[in-house]
């Protein structure tokens, strides 16, 4: 496992109540209601959150590395992004799909800005080798 070389930033979060329970940032920017998919409950769930975390920052990934490659990103990029959770052996595991939508940009080049976007993704670093990633040009 890499160590990182400096931290840049650090998310602080506090959780009570486990799936059925909330969490609150520190900056008071995220205070949620939790509940576990599937139930009737009103607050969202770790997939969801995990889904929109990773998603928000795989675009994050590609605006750098457009930046980098000096590539114009069509301003209607957008990720459908899809987590599920599912029984692996005696535990759980999930698995990520993500529907990356490049409008107008000339598929090999959007295929080349996914590949190199997955690289450097700090939740793609995270996960690869972990859980299954599935990414689709859409």
Request: charged letters at 15%; one cysteine or more; hydrophobic letters at 40%.
């Amino acid at each position: 496992m890499a160590s990182l070389e400096k931290v840049l930033y650090t998310a602080h979060a506090h959780t009570t109540g486990g799936r059925d329970g909330a969490s609150r940032t520190d900056d008071g920017r995220l205070d949620v209601k939790l509940s576990s998919p599937g139930t009737s409950g009103t607050g969202t769930n770790p997939e969801q959150l995990f889904a929109a975390g990773y998603s928000a920052c795989f675009i994050g990934a590609m605006k750098a590395v457009a930046g980098m490659q000096k590539i114009t990103l069509p301003q209607d990029l957008a990720i459908d992004a899809s987590v599920d959770l599912g029984k692996v052996g005696a535990g759980y595991g999930i698995a990520v799909r993500m529907a990356i939508s490049l409008p107008g940009m000339e598929r090999g080049a959007a295929q080349a800005l996914v590949d190199a976007a997955h690289q450097v993704c700090p939740y793609s670093n995270a996960t690869r080798g972990n859980i299954d990633v599935a990414l689709t040009l859409v």
